[in-house]
């Protein structure tokens, strides 16, 4: 392998990184390349391998790429938080290009049950860049579509006639711009292969996109508009075969699937397992012909459907996985020999020709497959007991909105209900309700998105063992079945349920602007955006008073009952005039969808409370202190940042953990603490805290091991022993060690909830059971004599919802408090044992959270005897 700058390049700046390869080592042998066609390494004025490839270089190369070859053109399907375009590039041959649209509408047509062709070319997709961290998975696009710019011959020439090869470059380039600032930040004149360099330790922060998110966990859940553009656009061609290329760690050498075997979802169909080994035999040919380490079988798995690679084996594609052990800053030193940089690039771009290659030579029986798929979901459906589930929401239409916006985001068919259905306590409205049969070609991606699963063939996951999303956006749903049994939650399907299809924008929520009040205004607080609401009045210096019970209150449009939370906009004592109150709360109505009542007078005719009386309470605007970094979980900030941030437009202050000196703690309402492997605080800084709460009045809200830690150090509760005996004298095979260590590991599950309602944190939900994401064992302690404390309680059976949890978890679990308020000096301390805004798709937590930041203060004292900082009083 030579190792040199390509000829007539040169980087003239003080950064000088890994050694590049020149652009000959990516050039086939005994195919010709056209020396018109600008080479990579040319517009880029560096080599590959040389240094990460910035962003803007990149699509200025790949869009001249595009203008000058008739092989290759592009679109722009989406951009970033940070306003970077995300590139699809279609290549194909020019013949194929002229009728890119007819072969497209085609090949869905023919997945459909409509005509089709042998000679109709196979549709790849090919996804660069989901990780920033990872950059030669992003890079490798630069000499694949040179190569099929400038390659020439028949071999070349029959690969465009047969394929049509998509490939998405970047995914995540807000995460490649941290990852290449810090590269050249920490970079030097010389190479330095040390993996304690710092240039090479960057990992969980450039892996994400601008708010954190891991992209690779979102493609079922497509809260981010990376992976809300990525679906929508692979839906429009549904590929036969979907490459996704990472780096992991520098230990290892080079993965790709097919995954573990027995860690396969149970949806994901026997064949394609078959399909991917035809594809690694071809990997195998090129990577034995170099004498190259790799493997395949082992450590991934393809369970959680919300992975790239794994996502589209639920949507009748091949998914593949790639993995190259990381150079990270560049070139660094392994056990297993030295990872460079380039070489991780050369390796991602001929795996990417031999998928596109072992693709081809299985053409014929991948299509048949794919076709079959979908022509068979008629039968599983019929095959399946449950028909249909019935879906709806309490009062909270914008939550059924976001959740049927997920639902056709995957094609998933929709339709109203026709007639009411009640399946237990549960009434479903015809006119309100909705229905998901699963006599639909989606049908497998239903069960994806509906199934709850709590029994495995093993117990190791690579992520969450339960996403059943009704759960995390706390939907009302029901399964619908032909065949009923005594004692269960389900109602008997007819095909006459079934109504009209239904887009998104049919259910969205639609309010008339109030009318000019006399008294005040009013809305409630069950709706997603209340709290959205509530900030922008407060951000705009409006007072506001909060109902810590139900009332009615006379409106112009009659009496009109309100449930603890609902948000009241008196106009008296304001800064503002009344005319430019009610031009915020039209604005608030239109820009929500809300629906604020104009009140008349500041009670109803059998009003027992009143707007004026003690049931109402001021709330003042959130100053939100979020620390980050030291031991925090990254991921975890991140979601915590992009409620309040970008889904709340609540400001946030963050600050590293560990960086607590010099700041004004007066200036805070309330400090967000969230998990991690180490949230400890040092003594100093638990000392400043503790004053803080106690004697300013601030409100900590700790989640998962802060939780804990909070608890323990501040309040002195200690956890309840675990009374199992310890186990001794056991012998076990060292081969079972992996099982066995992560038979107890909650890797993520969904569980069950009994959620106080009437407190504070629990405004605005209709009832007790809320479903929570959990994804750590560790559990708070009851605490001793404030009996109002436990907000919330994981029951004592029937805890588990989805997903996997052990026997031996489950009883540890039973009981135990899920979230804890404690008033402590001035302040309080709230302690969720769960991570509520998980992956910013526990809409249905998310509200305990917000409830949390706005009403934190609200939590009143019990008088007489009552515990404060773990200590009892008597007042």
């Known amino acids: 392998m030579i190792r040199s700058l390509a000829a007539g390049v040169l980087s003239l700046g003080l950064v000088t990184q890994a050694?590049?390869?020149?652009?000959?080592?990516?050039?086939?042998?005994?195919?010709?390349?056209?020396?018109?066609?600008?080479?990579?390494?040319?517009?880029?004025?560096?080599?590959?391998?040389d240094k990460p490839v910035r962003h803007d270089q990149l699509v200025s190369y790949l869009k001249g790429l595009s203008g000058a070859s008739d092989r290759i053109d592009h679109e722009v399907i989406g951009y970033t938080h940070e306003g970077r375009p995300i590139l699809l590039l279609k290549i194909t041959s020019p013949r194929n290009h002229a009728r890119l649209e007819s072969i497209r509408t085609r090949h869905l047509k023919a997945l459909k049950g409509g005509a089709h062709s042998e000679q109709d070319p196979a549709i790849i997709w090919i996804n660069y860049g989901v990780h920033g961290a990872e950059s030669s998975g992003m890079d490798a696009v630069a000499p694949v579509a040179y190569h099929y710019a400038a390659a020439r011959g028949a071999a070349v020439e029959k690969q465009l006639d047969e394929a049509v090869i998509l490939m998405v470059a970047?995914?995540?380039?807000?995460?490649?711009?941290?990852?290449?600032?810090?590269?050249?930040?920490?970079?030097?004149?010389?190479?330095?292969?040390?993996?304690g360099h710092h240039q090479h330790n960057l990992w969980t922060a450039a892996r994400t996109n601008h708010y954190w998110f891991d992209l690779n966990r979102q493609w079922l859940l497509t809260t981010q508009p990376e992976s809300k553009a990525w679906v929508e656009a692979w839906h429009r061609w549904k590929p036969m075969v979907s490459g996704d290329y990472h780096e992991m760690g520098s230990n290892s050498t080079y993965y790709f699937h097919p995954g573990e075997p027995k860690r396969l979802n149970p949806?994901?169909?026997?064949?394609?397992?078959?399909?991917?080994?035809?594809?690694?035999?071809?990997?195998?040919?090129?990577?034995?012909?170099?004498?190259?380490?790799?493997?395949?079988?082992?450590?991934?798995?393809?369970?959680?459907v919300g992975k790239g690679s794994t996502y589209p084996q639920v949507n009748g594609s091949i998914g593949i996985l790639f993995e190259a052990g990381a150079a990270r800053g560049g070139e660094v030193e392994s056990p297993s020999g030295g990872r460079e940089y380039g070489d991780n690039i050369r390796t991602h771009y001929r795996t990417t020709l031999t998928t596109i290659e072992g693709t081809l030579r299985q053409k014929k029986q991948i299509a048949e497959f794919q076709r079959e798929f979908f022509a068979g979901a008629k039968q599983a459906a019929a095959d399946h007991d449950v028909k249909a589930y019935v879906i709806s929401t309490k009062g909270d239409r914008t939550r059924l909105h976001r959740f049927v916006e997920?639902?056709?985001?995957?094609?998933?068919?929709?339709?109203?209900?026709?007639?009411?259905?009640?399946?237990?306590?549960?009434?479903?409205?015809?006119?309100?309700?909705?229905?998901?049969?699963?006599?639909q070609i989606q049908h497998t991606m239903v069960r994806g998105i509906f199934d709850r699963v709590t029994e495995f063939e093993e117990n190791i996951f690579y992520d969450v063992s339960g996403w059943t999303l009704p759960l995390a956006y706390d939907i009302d749903h029901a399964p619908l079945k032909e065949r009923l049994t005594r004692g269960e939650d389900a109602a008997k399907f007819a095909a006459s349920?079934?109504?009209?299809?239904?887009?998104?924008?049919?259910?969205?929520?639609?309010?008339?602007?109030?009318?000019?009040?006399?008294?005040?205004?009013?809305?409630?607080?069950?709706?997603?955006?209340?709290?959205?609401?509530?900030?922008?009045?407060?951000?705009?210096?409006?007072?506001?008073?909060i109902a810590s019970?139900?009332?009615?209150?006379?409106?112009?449009?009659?009496?009109?009952?309100?449930?603890?939370?609902?948000?009241?906009?008196?106009?008296?004592?304001?800064?503002?005039?009344?005319?430019?109150?009610?031009?915020?709360?039209?604005?608030?109505?239109?820009?929500?969808?809300?629906?604020v009542h104009a009140a008349t007078s500041g009670a109803s005719d059998d009003a027992t409370r009143s707007a004026g009386g003690g049931s109402f309470r001021p709330v003042q605007e959130p100053h939100i202190l979020l620390l980050f970094n030291d031991g925090f979980a990254?991921?975890?900030?991140?979601?915590?940042?992009?409620?309040?941030?970008?889904?709340?437009?609540?400001?946030?202050?963050?600050?590293?953990?560990?960086?607590?000196?010099?700041?004004?703690?007066?200036?805070?309402?309330?400090?967000?603490?969230?998990?991690?492997?180490?949230?400890?605080?040092?003594n100093q800084h638990t000392e400043r805290l503790e004053q803080w709460i106690r004697e300013e009045g601030g409100t900590l809200i700790a989640l998962r091991q802060s939780a804990t830690w909070a608890q323990r150090t501040l309040l002195k509760d200690k956890p309840r022993a675990d009374s199992e005996e310890a186990e001794s004298k056991q012998r076990f095979d060292y081969k079972e060690m992996r099982v066995r260590d992560a038979e107890h590991i909650i890797g993520g599950a969904i569980v069950a909830t009994d959620l106080d309602t009437s407190h504070p944190l629990g405004?605005?939900?209709?009832?007790?059971?809320?479903?929570?994401?959990?994804?750590?064992?560790?559990?708070?302690?009851?605490?001793?004599?404030?009996?109002?404390?436990?907000?919330?309680?994981?029951?004592?059976?029937?805890?588990?919802?989805?997903?996997?949890?052990?026997?031996?978890?489950?009883?540890?679990?039973?009981?135990?408090?899920?979230?804890?308020?404690?008033?402590?000096?001035?302040?309080?301390?709230?302690?969720?044992?769960?991570?509520?805004?998980?992956?910013?798709?526990?809409?249905?937590?998310?509200?305990?959270?917000l409830n949390a930041i706005f009403f934190g203060d609200m939590i009143n004292r019990p008088s007489g005897e009552y515990v404060a900082g773990g200590h009892v009083h008597d007042e």
Do not use: C
Request: hydrophobic share 40%; charged share 25%.
């Open 267 to 304: 949806l994901v169909p026997d064949q394609l397992r078959s399909f991917a080994k035809g594809i690694a035999n071809v990997h195998r040919e090129w990577l034995d012909s170099e004498a190259r380490l790799y493997y395949t079988e082992q450590g991934f798995d393809n369970f959680y």
């Open 406 to 439: 997920v639902l056709r985001r995957h094609q998933v068919d929709v339709h109203a209900l026709t007639e009411d259905v009640t399946v237990g306590r549960v009434t479903y409205r015809a006119g309100e309700a909705l229905i998901v049969p699963l006599d």
């Open 497 to 545: 349920l079934v109504g009209q299809a239904i887009e998104a924008k049919d259910i969205a929520p639609k309010v008339q602007a109030p009318k000019e009040a006399s008294y005040g205004y009013v809305f409630g607080w069950e709706d997603f955006n209340a709290p959205r609401a509530l900030n922008k009045l407060l951000r705009n210096d409006v007072l506001v008073r």
């Open 634 to 682: 990254n991921y975890d900030v991140g979601e915590v940042w992009h409620l309040l941030d970008y889904e709340m437009r609540v400001p946030v202050t963050l600050r590293r953990k560990d960086s607590l000196e010099s700041i004004d703690w007066s200036r805070y309402t309330d400090i967000v603490m969230v998990g991690g492997g180490n949230v400890s605080l040092s």
């Open 549 to 595: 019970d139900p009332f009615e209150l006379r409106t112009d449009d009659g009496v009109h009952s309100f449930a603890p939370g609902a948000v009241f906009v008196p106009l008296i004592r304001q800064s503002k005039s009344a005319k430019e109150i009610h031009k915020l709360i039209r604005e608030i109505a239109a820009e929500e969808n809300i629906k």
């Open 19 to 49: 050694a590049a390869l020149p652009i000959e080592d990516f050039q086939l042998p005994g195919i010709v390349y056209d020396s018109a066609v600008e080479t990579p390494d040319t517009h880029f004025r560096h080599g590959l391998g």
């Open 170 to 195: 970047i995914l995540n380039p807000d995460g490649h711009a941290r990852r290449i600032d810090h590269v050249e930040t920490f970079g030097g004149a010389v190479q330095v292969t040390d993996p």
């Open 763 to 849: 405004f605005g939900y209709g009832d007790r059971l809320l479903p929570m994401q959990r994804n750590t064992t560790a559990t708070l302690a009851w605490p001793e004599g404030n009996p109002y404390a436990v907000v919330s309680a994981y029951p004592e059976g029937g805890v588990l919802m989805s997903g996997y949890i052990s026997e031996k978890r489950q009883v540890q679990l039973a009981g135990t408090p899920a979230v804890v308020a404690e008033p402590m000096g001035r302040g309080n301390v709230i302690m969720i044992a769960d991570n509520p805004v998980f992956r910013g798709t526990f809409l249905g937590s998310n509200k305990l959270f």
